[in-house]
């Protein structure tokens, strides 16, 4: 966890902080990278710590760019946290990046960054950095998103055994 500089919507620089989560998955690179690209992925690999309900009518079923997906999100599958929208910026199909500009009601800025490397033909570094702007909660948002990556990584750690 490091302190970091980060500009709003409107360019004001704000006062954040950037995580970072590592793992190693047991799959090929090219099988985890189709399955990170399925919204339904996202769903599962967040619960039960974070419910994401899609609120649009068109069912999106892979991650488009520049498109804003809309969310109702749930702590823990029962605490409201309200609407967290997500906008990807990047998909790197090449160099295995995701970017995605994320936000809600209380977490103001969001970014996360996605990388895969592969490390051996059945191995993949996996990485989630992500920089949190959340006002006077940006310290508690930052700890429970460090424990929130870990969850995820361990969840996808039992999908890669599964492609």
Known sequence: MEKISLKDNNGISKNGIKIIICSELNNSINKIWDKILNIETLIKICKPMATFKITTKEKFIKWKLNTEYVFKLFIYGFVPFGTHKIILE?????????????????????????????????????????????????????????IFYKHRQKKWKAIAKTL
Not at 115 to 121: D, F, L, Q, S, Y
């Open 90 to 146: 990047t998909i790197d199909n090449e160099e295995n990046i995701i970017k995605s500009k994320e936000h809600n009601n209380v977490v103001k800025i969001w970014n996360h960054k996605i990388t895969m490397e592969k490390e051996g033909e059945l191995i993949t570094n996996y990485t989630d950095e992500v920089e949190i702007y959340a006002g006077i909660f940006t310290l508690i948002i930052a700890i429970w998103g460090i």
